[in-house]
Nanobody, 121 residues
Framework: QVQLVESGGGLVQAGGSLSLSCAASGRAFSTYAMGWFRQAPGKERELVGLISQSGAKAYYADSVKGRFTISRDNAKNTVYLQMNSLKPEDTAVYYC??????????????WGQGTQVTVST
């Protein structure tokens, strides 16, 4: 069992930056690829990005490529999402999730509770 807790959400102006964290507890964190998802009101949940178990590889959705960066610190059991050049359309609840395979699509085994990010104009 893995427990995931996101933090760092909040309100930011367009063009600004925000950094999210996801702290994991439970089974070996380093065995899991970690994803960040988001869900805006009235929209389906979408994958923002995914980082491999070692942190050597990362995948990003086209909508955030070049603006968002995922990183992880396996010693601290934490994955991060650095968001720069934020746009109002980035407003959503952001979730971290864990799965054993470094594959963007498919089912994820564990989910956090989410943290709200609001980008104002």
């Amino acid at each position: 069992q893995v427990q995931l807790v996101e933090s760092g959400g909040g309100l930011v102006q367009a063009g600004g930056s925000l950094s999210l964290s996801c702290a994991a507890s439970g089974r070996a964190f380093s065995t899991y690829a970690m994803g960040w998802f988001r869900q805006a009101p009235g929209k389906e949940r979408e994958l923002v990005g995914l980082i491999s178990q070692s942190g050597a590889k990362a995948y990003y959705a086209d909508s955030v490529k070049g603006r968002f960066t995922i990183s992880r610190d396996n010693a601290k059991n934490t994955v991060y999402l650095q968001m720069n050049s934020l746009k109002p359309e980035d407003t959503a609840v952001y979730y971290c999730a864990a799965r054993l395979e470094y594959l963007p699509l498919g089912e994820y085994d564990y989910w956090g509770q989410g943290t709200q990010v609001t980008v104002s104009t």
